[in-house]
């Protein structure tokens, strides 16, 4: 069955970075995009960005340009997510999502929650 | 790149039916039958309820059900149950960017 596994919690100063990592598992990895998107505490989704795992294309909302990076390693089936230059507003649960057909997102990891504090 | 246009609550009694909202523009949801629809419960990560527009994937009952008119796309659930408190979300794909709605609370009453 189609897995998305999320790396664990991850607690950082302002100005660092984070790296979320996103292992699939059920499917050929190479085979759908991917997406991340966050969600602050209380409030609602954003997507921040995708990544063809076919050929390592990216496209991040405006939002985030300058400041995430999406790569990935077909070796082990994993996508990753660096948020650099990290303020406090970035504390959210970051989720990658699986896009089945057209922004469609049939399945999604367990979310990586991202705290961000001095 | 603007956030799609949700009520933040809507309720209703077990057996009633409610509709959400979702309001675009013509650059995302007037533009494209990308539309999808995410229940998500407390501390849960999101689940795909409704897929371009009006499709709904295996599993998701038959109360569930989406539209669509000019910028703005629906969800009814026809119905109600208890387990059917939760937020929703709208997804609308707008060509360099995927839109979200804020969301919307459902209370079963």
């Known amino acids: 069955q189609v897995q998305l596994v999320q790396s664990g919690a991850e607690v950082k100063k302002p100005g660092a970075s984070v790296k979320v990592s996103c292992k699939a598992s059920?499917?050929?990895?190479?085979?759908?995009?991917l997406h991340w998107m966050r969600q602050a505490p209380g409030q609602g989704l954003e997507w921040v960005g995708w990544?063809?795992?076919?050929?390592?294309?990216?496209d991040y909302a405006q939002k985030f340009q300058g400041r995430v990076t999406m790569t990935m390693d077909t070796s082990i089936s994993t996508a990753y997510m660096e948020l650099t230059s990290l303020r406090s507003d970035d504390t959210a649960v970051y989720y990658c999502?699986?896009?089945?057909?057209?922004?469609?997102?049939?399945?999604w990891g367990q979310g990586t929650l991202a705290t961000v504090s001095s | 790149q603007s956030a799609l246009t949700q009520p933040r609550s809507v309720s209703g009694s077990p057996g009633q039916s409610v509709t959400i909202s979702c309001t675009g523009t013509?650059?995302?949801?007037?533009?494209?039958?990308?539309v999808s629809w995410y229940q998500q419960h407390p501390g849960k990560a999101p689940k795909l309820m409704i897929f371009?527009?009006?499709k709904r994937p295996s599993g998701v009952p038959d109360r569930f059900s989406g539209s669509k008119s000019g910028n703005t796309a629906s969800l009814t659930i026809s119905g109600l149950q208890t387990e059917d408190e939760a937020d929703y979300y709208c997804?609308?794909?707008?060509?360099?960017?995927?839109?979200f709605g804020g969301g919307t609370k459902v209370t079963v009453l």
């Open positions: 059920g499917y050929t990895f190479t085979g759908n995009y």
């Open positions: 997804c609308s794909y707008a060509a360099i960017y995927t839109a």
């Open positions: 990544i063809n795992p076919n050929n390592g294309g990216t």
């Open positions: 013509s650059s995302d949801v007037g533009a494209y039958n990308y």
């Open positions: 371009d527009v009006s």
């Open positions: 999502a699986r896009d089945w057909n057209g922004n469609t997102f049939d399945y």
